[in-house]
């Protein structure tokens, strides 16, 4: 099975993270996938929509922390240019979100215009105890989607929510039951790419926003993000993560 999986149907292209025995965090390969689906997505005018989902009761546990070590070692960072691919998308996005969403596997979220999650769904943003920072935009988008104070306590406190947090702040669209989330989504999705092409694409380019404010937003961050990874905390506090697995393990 690949570790992202995908599917067509009708004009929906269903783009499923499927690495559940590592929580579908997202490798280099996974991030290399996703931007060339969706970039193909973007030029393929048979599809309306994208669907994101995880596979196996988790959304993603956000990037590898692996490929984040490798990448202290001149190792690549796909993650920059999937984010990118996601911040300049021109067609819908709808999310389905089961279970964990950690990091990237949040903040994506951001990109995306219609959104379910069910009870189970638990979101956090761990970026600052790790000795990183916000990516995706998400310094400028989520204060901006969920106000200050809950932004900071997401972001700066790293205080993880819950489904219904996450709606009452604008990030979710609505709370479903496990055994209907993919149901709605598929059926968001569907109705969303019967919709007349030129008018939603040109409405959604609208409610974004200056598309440009926000890829200015995700290179400055990431610029932070790589002098932040080179830190001695943020080394420490991946080591940690990868040593508790393989004491676990
Ligand atoms: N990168 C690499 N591997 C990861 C991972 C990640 N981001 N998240 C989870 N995994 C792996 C674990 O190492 C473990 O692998 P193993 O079975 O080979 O030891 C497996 O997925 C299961 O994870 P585990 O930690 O045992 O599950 P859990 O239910 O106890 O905890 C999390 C789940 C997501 C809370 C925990 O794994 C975690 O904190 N992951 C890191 C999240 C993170 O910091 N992401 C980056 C944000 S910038």
Not at 34 to 48: F, H, M, N, Q
Not at 73 to 93: C, L, N, V
Not at 218 to 227: C, G, H, S, T
Request: include cysteine; charge should be neutral; aromatic fraction near 6%.
């Amino acid at each position: 099975m690949a570790d992202v999986e995908i599917a067509r149907s009708g004009a929906v292209l269903e783009l499923t993270l499927n690495r559940p025995a590592k929580k579908n965090a997202l490798t280099n390969a996974m991030y290399r996938t996703l931007t060339d689906a969706l970039s193909e997505a973007a030029r393929d005018e048979g599809i309306g929509v994208v669907l994101i989902a995880g596979a196996g009761g988790v959304f993603s546990a956000g990037n590898d922390i692996g490929d984040f070590i490798a990448a202290l070692s001149g190792g690549e960072m796909a993650a920059a240019d999937f984010i990118r691919a996601i911040a300049a998308f021109p067609k819908p996005i709808v999310a389905a979100v089961d279970g964990l969403a950690v990091g990237v596997g949040t903040t994506l979220l951001l990109h995306c215009d219609l959104v379910y999650a069910t009870p189970a769904a638990r979101f956090a943003l761990p970026f600052v105890d790790l000795g990183l920072l916000p990516e995706a935009g998400s310094s400028l988008l989520l204060p901006r989607r969920a106000g200050m104070a809950r932004a900071s306590a997401w972001l700066l406190a790293g205080d993880s929510f819950s489904a219904e947090e996450a709606r009452e702040a604008g990030l979710i669209n609505a709370v479903v039951e496990s055994d209907v989330l993919l149901g709605t989504a598929r059926e968001k999705a569907a109705k969303l790419a019967a919709k007349p092409r030129a008018a939603l694409l040109a409405a959604r380019r609208f409610l974004r926003g200056d598309q440009a404010e926000i890829l200015t937003r995700i290179d400055v961050e990431l610029d932070a993000f790589r002098a932040a990874l080179a830190s001695p905390q943020a080394q420490a506090a991946l080591a940690a993560f990868v040593n508790k697995s393989k004491q676990a393990g």
